[in-house]
Nanobody
Framework: VQLQASGGGLVQPGGSLRLSCTVS????????IGWFRQAPGKEREGVSC????????YYLDSVKGRFTISRDNAQNAVYLQMNSLKPKDTAVYYC?????????????????WGQGTLVTVSS
């Protein structure tokens, strides 16, 4: 299983980025997939996830209304549109999958991980 995250970069506060995660050697359509982030000196936290069954979503409270997750099963990919970015959103962002059923923000429930993409929000 391979997950490739991309789309990170340096953006000013208030700006936007769109993260992409492509999955190979794995059928994504039957699995929940999520985005996580880890800032320096902090624990990894669940940012958002989306189920395979009905497209139900989860968002971390601090990103609600600013981030939107979407998936394209035909492309075996998931996306995270991030708007109104804040300095506290600065972190390495990871995509992860392998969970069946409901969304969870707990990293321990996802067996497969990508390498991460760095998002830096700074003026």
């Amino acid at each position: 299983v391979q997950l490739q995250a991309s789309g990170g970069g340096l953006v000013q506060p208030g700006g936007s980025l769109r993260l992409s995660c492509t999955v190979s050697r794995f059928t994504l359509r039957y699995n929940t997939i999520g985005w996580f982030r880890q800032a320096p000196g902090k624990e990894r936290e669940g940012v958002s996830c989306i189920t395979s069954s009905d497209g139900s979503t989860y968002y971390l409270d601090s990103v609600k209304g600013r981030f939107t997750i979407s998936r394209d099963n035909a492309q075996n990919a998931v996306y995270l549109q991030m708007n109104s970015l804040k300095p506290k959103d600065t972190a390495v962002y990871y995509c992860a999958t392998g969970l069946r059923g409901s969304c969870s923000g707990s990293p321990n429930l996802y067996p497969y991980w990508g390498q991460g993409t760095l998002v830096t929000v700074s003026s």
